[in-house]
């Protein structure tokens, strides 16, 4: 592949044709091993769609598995495997375009009030939230920032985003004070102290894990997984629900990426650009970006009927 994919997006698109393979092969009643790679054509493909419909899943899943099988069929053509590709002319399923889970402005700043700043841990759970919320940055930018890349005086964070683009966003001063509190904290620095003193041997396996200086640790110095800060947004979003006497279930859905819906339907709400919006996000197409469109407009509808006297 010369496309510039993630690493999830290819190890999704191999599982994607894998899932086809062994598709094809129960169909025909024969072994994967015996099953060359080149026998399929567009009515099989047709067939794989409607079981994987039957089987209820998203049109998102379904075009990825076709995507998939696309980049296949291009591939095989190309090394002149086969003379023409049989799944080109096949229409990718239409998709509907779900509006992304956010919280409210006010919603927002007790989630950003909930974190005890005593401890290193908490000042780095805190530094976590103000910076989502701040930059609306992925969680896997968030968790790959070394300290380097953020400018504190300048308020301006750099970050290496999909496909290796690279861009500068600016944030708050809230957060740039989280983040300098969060450093500033004496343990913060006795971890970095301690990791450092590992004897050689277990501090060539940490730095594969570290890989820089990066600025959200764990106790042991090593950086945080996207795994981690998933469960401590979701920790904080839950302990939120509770003291606001809110029912957790119905914020269970409240994720590090809805933090950043959050960041982008609020600069929305109040008049930012959407080309400007769709460049702080890193947003390759406009058209990503335009579903918060939809966002505002039914949170404008809402606010109205709550509002209007007549309504």
Known sequence: ????????????????????????????????????????????????????????LSGKSQARKLSAIKMFGQYLQREEQIDEDPVKSIITPKLVRKLPAHLEV??????????????????????????????GLRLSELVGLDVEHLDLSERLVRVKGKGGREREVPFNQFAAK?????????????????????????????????????????????????????????????????KMGEDPEEFKHISPHALRHSFATHLLARGMNLRAIQELLGHEELDTTQIYTNLTDDHRTMVYRKSHPRA
């Open 1 to 56: 592949m010369n496309r510039n994919l993630s690493v999830h997006t290819v190890r999704a698109y191999e599982s994607d044709l894998s899932q086809f393979i062994c598709f094809r092969a129960k169909v025909l009643r024969r072994s994967t091993d015996q099953l060359p790679l080149t026998d399929f054509d567009r009515y099989a493909v047709r067939e794989f769609l409607a079981e994987l419909y039957k089987r209820g």
């Open 106 to 135: 006010n919603e927002m700043a007790q989630l950003l009030g909930m974190p005890d700043t005593k401890s290193w841990r908490d000042r780095r759970d805190k530094a976590i939230l103000e910076v989502f919320y701040a930059s």
């Open 178 to 242: 989280a983040v300098q509190d969060y450093l500033d904290h004496p343990e913060r620095k006795k971890v970095i102290k301690k990791a450092k003193l590992l004897p050689a041997s277990r501090r060539a396996v940490r730095s594969v894990r570290v890989r820089g200086n990066p600025l959200f640790i764990n106790y042991r110095g090593h950086r945080l997984s996207t795994r981690s800060v998933d469960r401590l947004v979701r920790r904080y979003v839950k302990a939120w629900a509770v």
